[in-house]
């Protein structure tokens, strides 16, 4: 089975741009989950989708949103970007239910200047 | 409300030396605990997860982790340790649905020939 993809893996825009990261999950899951990794802050939860559908959000302001489409594919949107944007932005999928793991894409570096 | 807490931020062994990585968990119910590594630069993949069978769970590369929880502890440690365990380690626990995950702060850990 083919893991999870993520793409572009690397993107610098400048501030106040937008940008739209894009992530397949493994064929079959549902779930699909966006974290940001910083330095500081370490690895926070953004939101998860189901079905379209989302279920899960984190503490991070509207700037930041999500979809998902019929196939499970998704996608973040980061509107007016910031420097403090810069991240490695992590896609996860997985089956739902307690105990199913997530699995990891490779991750998007975004950097912002 | 859940939440993990691992206990060092950095950890240093000597190639072929035991590793010990503590992780403490905070869970109001039986949590599905898992242990992710992230190499440099890359996404995160599951080393092992414990969804309430045996205690003792083996995972990937000689890695295991013992769930206690009159402790409430998912320790994860290797016998020896290679070259190539060098990374960072995250400690996960997720919610009674198993839709979101906790992240610990991780441990970084560095192995010294």
């Known amino acids: 089975k083919a893991g999870v993809t993520q793409t572009p893996r690397y993107l610098i825009k400048t501030r106040g741009q937008q940008v739209t990261l894009s992530c397949s999950p493994i064929?079959?899951?549902?779930?699909v989950s966006w974290y940001q990794q910083t330095p500081g802050q370490g690895l926070q939860f953004l939101f998860e989708y189901f079905s379209e559908t989302q279920r899960n959000k984190g503490n991070f302001p509207g700037r930041f949103s999500g979809r998902q489409f019929s196939n499970s594919r998704s996608e973040m949107n980061v509107s007016t970007l910031e420097l403090g944007d810069s991240a490695l932005y992590l896609c996860?999928?997985?089956?739902?239910?307690?105990?199913?793991?997530?699995?990891f894409g490779p991750g998007t570096r975004l950097t912002v200047t | 409300a859940q939440s993990v807490t691992q206990l060092d931020s950095h950890v240093s062994v000597s190639e072929g030396t035991p590793v010990l990585l503590r992780c403490n968990y905070s869970?109001?119910?039986?949590?599905?605990l898992f242990w992710y590594v992230q190499h440099p630069n890359k996404g995160l993949q599951l080393l092992l997860k414990y969804t309430s069978a045996a205690t003792l769970v083996k995972g990937i590369n000689g890695f295991e982790a013992e769930f206690k929880k009159s402790e409430t502890s998912f320790h994860l440690t290797k016998p020896s340790a290679h070259m190539s365990d060098a990374a960072e380690y995250f400690c996960v626990v997720s919610d009674t649905t198993g839709n979101q995950f906790y992240f610990g702060t991780g441990t970084s850990l560095t192995v010294i020939p």
């Open positions: 064929s079959g899951h549902r779930s």
């Open positions: 996860a999928s997985s089956l739902q239910g307690q105990g199913y793991e997530q699995y």
């Open positions: 869970s109001s119910y039986s949590p599905s």
